[in-house]
Nanobody
Framework: VQLQAFGGGLVQAGESLRLSCVVS????????VAWFRQAPGSEREFVAA????????TYAEPVKGRFTISIDKIKNTVYLQMNSLRPEDTAVYYC???????????????????WGQGTLVTVSS
């Protein structure tokens, strides 16, 4: 599985941004897909995840209600819609995928073996 992420940029607090992650090949509905982020000096942390079927969305508490992970099965693309952005959302965002992640491990960084390049999101106050 190859992943290509894009869509980052510089926005002001309160604005929205949508990240995209194109998944190569023919992903099955069982494929786990996720977004993680890493701020300077911090560890990479979980943001949102789902199965490619789109039935198992889960979110980190800091983004719940503001971010939405969605799947376009025709375009083989995973989106992260980010609304009401805050300066603390500033980070490099990475998409990840793996065909073998159990539902109980969707939030686990170490469960994913395929990673896209990061895309930088900067939120100014």
């Amino acid at each position: 599985v190859q992943l290509q992420a894009f869509g980052g940029g510089l926005v002001q607090a309160g604005e929205s941004l949508r990240l995209s992650c194109v998944v190569s090949g023919r992903p099955s509905g069982r494929l786990a897909v996720a977004w993680f982020r890493q701020a300077p000096g911090s560890e990479r942390e979980f943001v949102a995840a789902n199965r490619f079927s789109g039935n198992y969305a889960t979110y980190a508490e800091p983004v719940k209600g503001r971010f939405t992970i969605s799947i376009d099965k025709i375009k083989n693309t995973v989106y992260l819609q980010m609304n009401s952005l805050r300066p603390e959302d500033t980070a490099v965002y990475y998409c990840a995928a793996d065909p073998s992640v159990m539902l109980s491990k969707l939030r686990s960084r170490t469960a994913y073996t395929n990673w896209g390049q990061g895309t930088l999101v900067t939120v100014s106050s």
